[in-house]
């Protein structure tokens, strides 16, 4: 049986190694290569092919979002899972956009982790039974109608909101991604209004909802 060739890009070498050991014990897998950032990871996608690629998006600034959506454009053949700490179907929504065919955070199981990389290395998309109990329980609860369209959030807007998440003020926002103070007021300002939240405190709470960003 031909193995499922797999790319690790992680900027943790602890996580790295781990992964690397656990999928090389399986024989339905080989780990062709590992890296520690996003740059790197579409680099190694076009030299090494793989089938399947564990794409961490908790990479400064969000680089995964980019990384993935290069990787899809230049290396179709590669099929990306997202490994991330955020359960908000927010981020899922945006990695699907970018080209990943799966989505399994953290919280996931060895177990699920496996059948996430056959899944999609057979072409199918597969979202991780965390993400897929937020969107459930959302249903329940009828809280799918009204709600806004987060598909016109922009990468950007998104790393400003995971800052916004951490606690950091516009000041802090503006120094850690380079830009002015005024763009991230214009920036905070839009994520208001295609969120139709009245107030950075709002904000707050939709991010840390439990069924937020469905």
């Not at 602890?14 to 996003?38: K, M």
């Not at 955070?105 to 177990?111: A, D, I, V, W, Y």
């Not at 329940?140 to 916004?164: A, M, Y």
């Amino acid at each position: 049986m031909t193995k499922i060739r797999v790319l690790i890009a992680d900027d943790s070498k602890l996580n790295r190694d781990t992964w690397t050991y656990l999928l090389n014990l399986d024989s339905r897998f080989t780990v062709v290569a590992d890296c520690g950032d996003a740059d790197k990871a579409v680099e190694l996608a076009s030299d090494k092919r793989p089938d399947v690629i564990l794409m961490d998006i908790n990479t400064p600034v969000f680089a995964g979002l980019e990384a993935t959506q290069k990787i899809r454009k230049q290396q179709p053949g590669s099929q990306v899972i997202s490994i991330s700490s955020y359960s908000q179907p927010l981020y899922v929504k945006k990695m699907m956009q970018m080209g990943a065919m799966g989505y399994v955070t953290k919280n996931s199981s060895r177990e699920e982790m496996l059948h996430a990389i056959m899944e999609v290395s057979q072409g199918n998309k597969y979202i991780c039974n965390e993400v897929k109990d937020i969107i459930s329980e959302q249903a329940l609860n009828g809280e799918t109608s009204n709600q806004p369209d987060v598909n016109s959030i922009t990468n950007r807007e998104l790393e400003i909101i995971n800052l916004i998440r951490e606690g950091c003020s516009s000041k802090e926002i503006a120094g850690r991604l380079f830009i002015s103070l005024r763009t991230v007021e214009v920036h905070r300002h839009n994520i208001l209004k295609k969120l139709k939240l009245k107030n950075t405190a709002s904000l707050i709470n939709y991010i840390n909802s439990s069924v937020a960003f469905v």
